[in-house]
């Protein structure tokens, strides 16, 4: 009697080198909310997402468990300095927001028909980004001084790393991330997050 053969399952592909290093450094470190599972049960990177671009890099041979310093390339300021606090945090991606929305006004071209004095029958810029743009302007004002105002729009509106902004400025990091918190929690006190201090 012949010998019954069993369906082989389907092997799951290999992951790629550089991709089952970066999964298995995030889980380890914690973040791993940039992951998904495929349909083998394996988790991955989610494709085409700023959060999958980034590369995380360990010292000590590439393991964290033994003391490895973990840096994060091309990481949101807002995400990557963890030291600030969840107002600080939240008053920043709302200043930012603010920031977005001002400046990516729906401007449309006029048609040659419409007016031109002033009325705003199908044309001008979007009440939205005009509201934006107000309380952008509110926002900045809460700031203070000029300092504060300037590290806060460098790190928190074009997400420059505090790195940079220190050498460009010539100040330590430690000065850059200390304005920077006073800034934020600045913008929480603004924003109704906090109570004044």
């Known amino acids: 009697m012949p010998k019954k053969t069993k369906a082989a399952k389907p092997q799951a592909p290999k992951l790629p080198k550089g991709e089952a290093e970066q999964v298995r450094i995030r ?7 940039a992951l998904r599972e495929d349909a083998f049960g394996r988790k991955r990177l989610t494709s085409g997402t700023a ?12 393991h964290t468990s033994t003391g490895g310093i973990v840096r994060v ?14 107002q600080q945090r939240e008053a920043g991606l709302r200043y930012r927001e603010h ?12 048609r040659w028909t419409e007016r031109v004095d002033g ?3 199908g044309g ?4 939205s980004a005009l509201n934006a743009g107000r309380a952008h302007a509110a926002a900045t004002r809460a700031l203070g001084h000029w300092d504060v105002a300037a590290i806060v729009q460098k ?6 790393p505090v790195k940079t902004v220190a050498e460009q400025d010539g ?27």
């Open 27 to 33: 889980r380890e470190v914690g973040h791993d909310f």
């Open 51 to 62: 959060e999958a671009r980034r590369v995380y890099e360990v010292s000590n041979n590439g």
């Open 73 to 86: 390339r091309n990481v949101d300021p807002l995400l990557g300095i963890t030291s600030l606090s969840h």
């Open 99 to 110: 920031f977005r929305c001002s400046q990516q006004a729906d401007i449309k071209p006029m």
């Open 119 to 121: 009325g705003r029958a």
């Open 124 to 127: 001008g810029i979007a009440d």
């Open 155 to 160: 790190v928190v509106c074009l997400e420059q």
């Open 171 to 197: 100040d330590g990091r430690d000065v850059v991330t200390k304005l920077l918190k006073v800034g934020l929690d600045l913008l929480a006190v603004h924003y109704g997050m906090m109570m004044g201090r």
